[in-house]
Nanobody, 119 residues
Framework: QVQLVESGGGLVQAGGSLRLSCTAS????????MGWYRQAPGKQRELVAS???????NYADSGKGRFTIYRDNAKNTLYLRMNVLKPEDTAVYYC?????????????WGPGTQVTVSS
């Protein structure tokens, strides 16, 4: 089992910045892909950004140029730096970890952290 705990959400004005953190209960070098997803009220959960253990990143179009995903392997922590936030970025943000093999093989989610962007 891999446990994930997010932090860093909150209320920010449009144009502001936030940094989300996701700390894993195990060495994240053993996690193949980690990512951030978000879910706004009445909408489906969607990918925001992901990064593989090799450092390959993928961003949804909505966050390109504004969001940066990165891993601190020494701290077993995943981050999402969000700049120039917009009201449409308001959502619950979830951390995800995908382990492809081994005893902890599986797809894991954190409980989520609320991000609210006011206009």
């Amino acid at each position: 089992q891999v446990q994930l705990v997010e932090s860093g959400g909150g209320l920010v004005q449009a144009g502001g910045s936030l940094r989300l953190s996701c700390t894993a209960s195990q060495n994240i070098l053993r996690i193949n892909t980690m990512g951030w997803y978000r879910q706004a009220p009445g909408k489906q959960r969607e990918l925001v950004a992901s990064v593989t253990s090799q450092g390959r990143t993928n961003y949804a179009d909505s966050g390109k140029g504004r969001f940066t995903i990165y891993r601190d392997n020494a701290k077993n922590t995943l981050y999402l730096r969000m700049n120039v936030l917009k009201p449409e970025d308001t959502a619950v943000y979830y951390c995800n970890a995908l382990v492809n093999a081994g005893v902890n093989r599986g797809d894991y989610w954190g409980p989520g952290t609320q991000v609210t962007v006011s206009s």
